[in-house]
C-alpha cells in the first residue's frame, strides 16, 4: 500500500489528486471544532463522550469523530447524505420514472445527484430539529437562548454543516482519490479510533494487549473476506464478422464474498437501536412493566439483542444484495455478447445457477459479518472494561474496506497512465 501511494505521488495528476483530497479532509476536521452559537461547548466538550453515549446516539458519535457527542457545526456528519443516497437507490429500483434517469446516462445521473442533494437537506433538516431537542434536553444550550429564533439558529448551523459536508464529499469524487462518503467516514472513524485506544490502555496492560491482538486479527480476517470472490467460468463463443473471427475467449464473472459492504450492519445497527435510542430521551418511569423488559431486551448487554442483532444483519444482507445485484440482467448481458457459464446453458439456467451462488456466498458473507459486528459486543459482555469497544468491529470493517478501495482506485489510476498503446 505505502509503495503504491509512492509510486502515484511521482505521477503530478495522481499528487494533485492526493493533495486536494488531504485539503479537504483538513477542512473538514477544522469545521468539525467549530462551535455552534448558543450552544455551550464546554459542557458538551465535557459532559459526555462515546461510551457516556446509548444507542444509535453512541454509533452516531463514532461516524462523525466525536462531533456529535460535542456539538459542533459537523455534529450531523456525513449520515443525511448517506441515508438520502441510499433512499434514492431503493426509490430508483421501485419508482419507474427514477428508473428511467438512471438509464439516461451522464444527464440522468445528473438529476439523480440534484435530487440526492435536495433530500440530503430535506433529512438534515429534519435531524437537525431532532438533534436541537436533544442538546436542549440535555441542557447544553445556554440559558436564556432557548427561543424560537434561537434555536431556528442552532437548527440552520447544524443543516447548513451537513449541506458544507455534502459538498466537501462531491469535490473529492469530482477532483481527489477514492469515493467522498467513504473518505469522510474513514477520517470520522479514525478520529474515534484514538478514544478507544486510550480506554484499552486505562483499563490496564492485559486488556490493552488483548485489544491490540484482537484488533490485529480482525483486520487481517477483515481483508481475507473483502478480497475473496467466487469466480464463474465464462466461455464466448467464437463468431465470425467478415473476415475476422471474434470471441472464442475464456474469461470468469467475479462475485465478491462480501458484495454488500459494511451497509447490512449500518441498517441492522439502525433498526435494533431504535429502543434503546427512544429510551435515552423518554426512559422508563418505572424499574417493571412492558417498556422497561422492551429497553431491558434491547439493550447492548443482552444475549437477546445480540441474535435479533445477529439475524438482522443476515436479513439486511439478502435484502440489500436483492436490490443491488440483478441475475436476470448479468444472465441476458452474458446471451447478448454470446457468453455462457461452463456447463450451465444461457437463459433460465443461468440465472438460477447465478441465484443458487449468490445465495450461498452471501451466507458466508452475512455470517461474517454478524461475526465482526457481534464479536466486541460478546467480549464487553465477558469483560466490561471492553464494553467501550461497542462498535468495534464495524468501524474496523469500514476502515479496511476504505483502505482497500482507495489503494484499488490509485491502482487502477495508474495503470490507466501507464498504459502503453499502439502507437508506442
Known amino acids: 500500500m505505502l509503495q503504491t501511494i509512492k509510486n502515484a505521488w511521482k505521477i503530478p495528476e495522481l499528487r494533485r489528486r492526493l493533495l486536494f483530497t488531504l485539503f479537504i479532509v483538513v477542512l473538514f476536521r477544522i469545521g468539525s471544532v467549530i462551535p455552534v452559537p448558543f450552544v455551550y461547548a464546554g459542557l458538551a466538550q465535557s459532559g459526555v463522550n462515546a461510551s457516556g453515549l446509548q444507542g444509535l446516539f453512541q454509533y452516531f458519535d463514532i461516524i462523525s469523530g466525536e462531533t456529535f457527542s460535542k456539538a459542533t457545526l459537523f455534529a450531523l456528519s456525513i449520515s443525511p447524505y448517506i441515508t438520502a443516497s441510499i433512499v434514492i437507490q431503493l426509490l430508483t ?6 428508473e428511467r434517469l438512471s438509464k439516461e446516462g451522464e444527464e440522468g445521473r445528473k438529476k439523480l445527484t440534484q435530487i440526492t442533494r435536495l433530500a440530503t437537506v430535506g433529512l438534515a433538516l429534519l435531524t437537525s430539529i431532532g438533534y436541537c431537542a436533544y442538546i436542549n434536553a440535555l441542557g447544553w444550550i445556554i440559558p436564556g437562548h432557548d427561543t424560537l429564533f434561537d434555536k431556528i439558529v442552532i437548527i440552520s448551523c447544524y443543516c447548513a454543516g451537513a449541506a458544507i459536508i455534502m459538498w466537501l464529499a462531491e469535490k473529492i469524487n469530482e477532483f481527489g482519490i477514492g469515493n467522498g462518503i467513504s473518505i469522510i467516514l474513514f477520517v470520522n472513524i479514525a478520529a474515534s479510533f484514538p478514544t478507544m485506544v486510550t480506554t484499552a490502555w486505562n483499563n490496564g496492560l492485559p486488556i490493552f494487549l488483548l485489544f491490540i491482538v484482537i484488533t490485529l486479527c480482525m483486520v487481517l480476517l477483515i ?8 469466480r464463474l467460468a465464462v466461455q464466448y463463443a467464437k463468431r465470425q464478422v467478415g473476415r475476422k473471427v471474434y470471441g472464442g475467449q475464456s474469461t470468469y464473472l467475479p462475485m465478491k464474498l462480501n458484495m454488500s459492504g459494511v451497509m447490512p450492519i449500518i441498517f441492522a445497527s439502525s433498526l435494533a437501536a431504535i429502543p434503546t435510542t427512544i429510551a435515552s430521551i423518554f426512559p422508563p ?10 429497553v431491558n431486551i434491547f439493550s447492548m448487554k443482552s444475549p437477546l439483542y445480540m441474535v435479533i442483532y445477529f439475524v438482522l444483519i443476515i436479513a439486511f444482507a439478502y435484502f440489500y444484495l436483492a436490490i443491488s445485484f440483478n441475475p436476470v440482467e448479468v444472465a441476458n448481458n452474458l446471451k447478448k455478447n454470446g457468453g455462457f457459464i461452463t456447463g450451465i446453458r444461457p437463459g433460465k439456467p443461468t440465472v438460477d445457477y447465478i441465484s443458487k451462488i449468490l445465495g450461498r456466498i452471501t451466507l458466508i458473507g452475512a455470517i461474517f459479518l454478524g461475526i465482526i459486528a457481534t464479536l466486541p459486543l460478546i467480549l464487553g459482555m465477558i469483560s466490561t472494561k471492553l464494553s467501550g469497544l461497542a462498535f468495534g468491529g464495524s468501524s474496523l470493517l469500514i476502515l479496511v474496506s476504505v483502505v482497500l478501495e482507495t489503494v484499488q482506485e490509485i491502482e487502477a489510476q495508474m495503470t490507466l497512465r501507464h498504459y502503453k498503446g499502439f502507437l508506442e
Open 93 to 98: 429500483i421501485a419508482i419507474p420514472a427514477l
Open 285 to 294: 418511569k418505572e424499574t417493571s412493566g412492558l417498556w422497561y423488559n422492551i
Open 223 to 230: 481483508v481475507h473476506v473483502t478480497e475473496a470472490e467466487r
